[in-house]
């Protein structure tokens, strides 16, 4: 299992010194974090930033194969996008270029909660899971509010693949963002203190690993988050 410290470091991978974030391929790598793994999130992450300043294909099947490629072969939640993943790609596009999305979302957690709840008004096609792992990749070192996957539910509430009202998401946020502080509180030194972000990833990791076929896959380690960068 990963360690904090390597949790850490992968966590600022995200953030490329030099460089500056791009909103846009952030909603993109939170749209596509659907249904799938963080190699092939990360993998089509890649793909994408060829469109950070260029407008997606006209023709939406050339993206969906690009996408379709990039994934291939990478783990058993491989072979590209659904269909409704495609039309939020390029709602996305559309509601950037209009300025109706943004990530004007203040430093604190109610703050990022009422920019959450607008921008999931906006985006038909992402919901607070992905919309909060927007912002996690947008911007890690500020960002307040906590994406809930199905490891994070598992560890709450001992069920996996299940649909969350908003009320049942704001619950675990609040657990875990609690389970958070315990961990930051058990691993106190005298060394930096980490991102939120790394506390709420280190559980992640930890409860998969307890969980999986593949102990031995430690996305903290590999890379596939450095690839989920939107610096460029």
């Not at 039309?87 to 270029?97: A, G, K, M, S």
């Not at 049942?168 to 946020?173: K, T």
Request: some cysteine.
């Amino acid at each position: 299992m990963a360690s904090l410290q390597q949790t850490d470091a992968a966590m600022r991978e995200l953030v490329k010194i030099g460089k500056i974030a791009h909103g846009k391929l952030a909603y993109f790598a939170g749209v596509l974090s659907i249904q799938t793994s963080v190699e092939n999130n990360a993998a089509m992450a890649v793909v994408m930033r060829k469109y950070a300043f260029t407008p997606l294909p006209i023709d939406r099947e050339v993206l969906r194969q690009e996408l379709k490629a990039a994934t291939q072969g990478n783990g058993a939640l491989s072979g590209g996008i659904m269909s409704s993943q495609l039309d939020t790609l390029y709602r996305i596009e559309q509601l950037w270029n209009a300025g109706i999305i943004h990530f004007n979302t203040g430093y604190t957690f109610e703050s990022q909660c009422v920019w959450r709840k607008s921008t999931v008004s906006a985006i038909r096609g992402m919901g607070y899971k992905t919309v909060s792992f927007a912002l996690h990749i947008y911007a890690p070192q500020i960002c307040k509010i906590l994406t809930i996957d199905r490891w994070h539910i598992l560890y709450f509430t001992g069920k996996t693949n299940k649909g969350l009202t908003v009320k049942q998401y704001l619950d675990i946020e609040q657990r875990l963002l609690d389970a958070c502080e315990l961990v930051k509180f058990e691993a106190a030194t005298n060394e930096q203190d980490y991102w939120l972000l790394t506390y709420a990833a280190f559980l992640w990791e930890a409860t998969r690993l307890d969980h999986t076929l593949f102990p031995e896959k430690q996305y903290e380690t590999d890379g596939s988050y450095g690839k989920l960068s939107c610096y460029i």
